[in-house]
């Protein structure tokens, strides 16, 4: 779609919505940045812009008005798409896009994007770290921080781009076709969002819709419902499966200890677990991914080899803090639901003292508590989901729970209660909102926290 002189809705006054207005301003279109919440102020929305001039704000309700002469609407990812307001627009036949497809359709390049309800940002970060060791032209965008819009008219022919894709981003996909897509997994999240979990797994399984056979589909093939799509979409898409649990006729998965690509009968050892920086199955798992992602993108195994053994883990997954008296601390903020926060008990080796809570997703709490299999000495809870889940583990048998105030409270509370040799871990099974504006700033204040003791 020709951009340049239409009037375009931006729906959502966020980083998602400032990289969209920015992008519109740069090919000559004329923005309307629209948010529903009337506390924001319009002079500080403009201030977030590179060029203002030309984009107006509209606060508050969504009027007729605000919608006459729109020719297309872009959401940010945050802004559900049954929301009377959006069914406003539709109705008025005006095209929906999402962030990402305006990136999509202003970009140039090969497009690699990655989903999945837990890893997408560690095996982002690994895959655009082996694209970025092997190729100089190389953006990794989306949900790990940087919009994909604020890089799509920098692009050429010759560009990568590693996406990280969230089932919100893909509500409100329409062309968007990736050379290479990867679903790492589906679990319980999101439901709040998506209301069922059958059409959690539909938005999920988007990423592939617009893909062909010259295209690439990475599979977790212990992932039951994914191992089925696989089936299903085999003839459409080239499908590659990962495993960490068997050995593959084709694909990539663990053999003991050493990671391995079988294809057509050959068998190429790619590394060991014991030279990866990254602790966990689960990081196995996402090691095993970006491998499968970077051979289909064409990039030599010594390469690939190189870059995954010198990999660090990326901040708030699992992260390492620092020791105090014989005390180990883990900054796991990242962990935001059950499946999430499992993945971070189970990469615990030694007697742990779990903080959790926050926000309620409409998650249940069962098979996390189950998960601790005795390494947990105290849950110490915060946030809204608190109750919840000292019920929750109550029902299980735990009753070592602990309600604190604060995310500083808890801390401290560890900290009085653990013992040399222990770990403190910061896993909230939760989101953030409510107490802090995301995981990050999650993570970044349980640091200083623990580095102020």
Request: hydrophobic letters at 35%; charged letters at 25%.
């Amino acid at each position: 779609m020709e951009l340049k002189g239409k009037k375009v809705l931006v729906f959502g006054a966020g980083i998602s919505g400032i990289g969209a207005a920015d992008l519109l301003g740069r090919v000559q279109a004329r923005p309307v940045i629209y948010d529903g919440n009337t506390k924001l102020k319009e002079s500080e929305i403009l201030g977030k812009l590179q060029n203002p001039s030309g984009v107006s704000v509209v606060l508050g309700e969504m009027s007729d008005k605000v919608l006459e002469g729109v020719e297309l609407a872009v959401l940010s990812p945050g802004v559900p798409t049954d929301l009377d307001a959006v069914q406003k627009i539709r109705d008025k036949n005006i095209p929906i896009w999402g962030e990402v497809e305006l990136a999509y359709q202003m970009g140039k390049g090969k497009v690699l994007a990655i989903t999945g309800t837990n890893g997408k940002t560690t095996t982002t970060a690994l895959t655009g770290q082996i694209m970025k060791d092997y190729l100089p032209d190389v953006y990794i965008v989306g949900n790990i921080g940087t919009p994909y819009t604020s890089c799509a008219l920098d692009m050429t022919e010759d560009t990568v781009t590693v996406a990280e894709i969230s089932s919100f981003q893909l509500e409100t996909i329409q062309d968007f076709a990736p050379r290479v897509s990867a679903i790492l997994n589906i679990t319980e999240d999101h439901l709040n969002r998506h209301h069922t979990m059958e059409e959690y797994i539909r938005v999920k399984e988007l990423i592939t819709a617009n893909q062909s056979k010259d295209d690439v589909c990475v599979l977790n093939y212990e992932d039951e419902v994914l191992r089925a799509f696989g089936e299903q979409v085999k003839d459409r898409i080239k499908v590659v499966f990962f495993s960490s649990l068997r050995q593959l006729s084709e694909g990539v998965f663990l053999k003991g200890s050493r990671i391995v690509v079988r294809e057509k009968g050959q068998e190429t050892e790619v590394t060991d677990t014991g030279r990866l920086k990254l602790p966990g199955r689960h990081n196995y798992e996402n090691v095993m991914a970006a491998i499968a992602i970077a051979k289909a993108a064409g990039v030599p195994m010594e390469s690939i080899q190189k870059t995954v053994e010198n990999f660090r883990a990326v901040p708030h997954r699992i992260e390492y803090v620092t020791e105090k008296n014989g005390v180990v601390y883990y900054n796991d903020s990242k962990g935001t639901n059950p499946d999430a926060a499992i993945k971070g008990i189970q990469a615990m080796d030694r007697p742990t003292l779990l903080i959790g809570g926050g926000y309620d997703k409409q998650s249940e709490y069962t098979q996390w508590i189950r998960s601790f299999d005795g390494k947990v000495r105290y849950l110490v809870l915060i946030g809204q989901t608190r109750e919840k889940i000292r019920d929750a583990a109550k029902d299980c048998g735990f009753t070592d729970t602990i309600l604190a105030d604060s995310l500083e409270e808890a801390v401290k509370i560890c900290a009085q209660k653990a013992n040399p040799g222990d770990a403190v871990l910061l896993s909230p099974a939760c989101a953030s909102w409510g107490q802090f504006d995301n995981y990050e700033q999650r993570g970044d204040k349980f640091k200083e926290y623990v580095n102020s003791l």
